[in-house]
């Protein structure tokens, strides 16, 4: 009758050992997930993210510059065009008073 009891005990032991052992792989495997889980987010918040706005900062910054650029260069064209228009209408006019030169190309240019 003991050994009988001790047999059923035995067994509900190894049972649980089992359940035991299952859990113990089960929380190995959870915290090595989150230790690469940890890693990554490190990696994410400590280099990439970090990498991504300075670049990001770069390339606002020399889109600003190429703007700048731009429109100093569209201004100095456009005070060329004057220059030269005025410059042109004085002297077509002492040359040829009554006569338009159709060949003269006065029109503002269309930028788009």
């Known amino acids: 009758m003991q050994v009988a009891k001790l047999k059923k005990k035995y067994g509900i032991a190894i049972e649980l050992l089992v359940e035991l052992a299952s859990l113990q792989h089960n929380f190995r495997v959870l915290d090595q ?6 890693r990554r987010v490190n990696a994410l918040r400590y280099i990439i993210i970090p990498r991504l706005e300075r670049t990001l900062a770069y390339i606002i910054t020399e889109l600003d510059e190429y703007e700048r650029e731009e429109f100093y260069r569209l201004k100095k064209i456009r005070e060329q065009k004057a ?3 005025a410059g042109k ?17 006065t029109e503002e240019d269309l930028l788009f």
């Open 33 to 38: 997930v989150i230790k690469e889980t940890n």
């Open 83 to 85: 220059r030269r228009r």
């Open 89 to 105: 209408s004085s002297h077509d006019l002492t040359r040829n008073p009554g006569h338009a030169d159709m060949l003269d190309n």
